[in-house]
Nanobody, 127 residues
Framework: QVQLVESGGGLVQAGGSLSLSCAAS????????MAWFRQAPGKEREIVAA????????FYTDSVKGRFTISRDNAKDTVYLLMNSLKPEDTAVYHC????????????????????WGQGTQVTVSS
């Protein structure tokens, strides 16, 4: 069973930075893409960033391009999300996610079934 544990959220002023981490366990981390999602109150969950198993492919939703960076360390079974120039509209619960077991070496976002979820970490950006 895949387990994902996020850390690093908190309260920050607009323009500030935060770094999120997600430690994975339960299967061979290096064979799977990973992603970060977020959900703000009253809004649907959206994908924020995704990264392929080998870090060659990265995806960012338009609203975070140029501000957020996704990365991974396969030796540490951990995926990261560095968030710079934060805005109040970035306020949300951020979840890391891993695809289903059938998605080994799969594409990080095209028709990817993200099936495993962490408990989430709150990011609050004050204006």
């Amino acid at each position: 069973q895949v387990q994902l544990v996020e850390s690093g959220g908190g309260l920050v002023q607009a323009g500030g930075s935060l770094s999120l981490s997600c430690a994975a366990s339960g299967r061979t981390f290096s064979r799977y893409a990973m992603a970060w999602f977020r959900q703000a109150p009253g809004k649907e969950r959206e994908i924020v960033a995704a990264i392929s198993w080998d870090s060659r492919l990265k995806f960012y939703t338009d609203s975070v391009k140029g501000r957020f960076t996704i990365s991974r360390d396969n030796a540490k079974d951990t995926v990261y999300l560095l968030m710079n120039s934060l805005k109040p509209e970035d306020t949300a619960v951020y979840h890391c996610s891993a695809p289903s077991d059938k998605s080994m070496y799969g594409h990080p976002w095209y028709r990817t079934n993200y099936a495993y979820w962490g408990q989430g970490t709150q990011v609050t950006v004050s204006s």
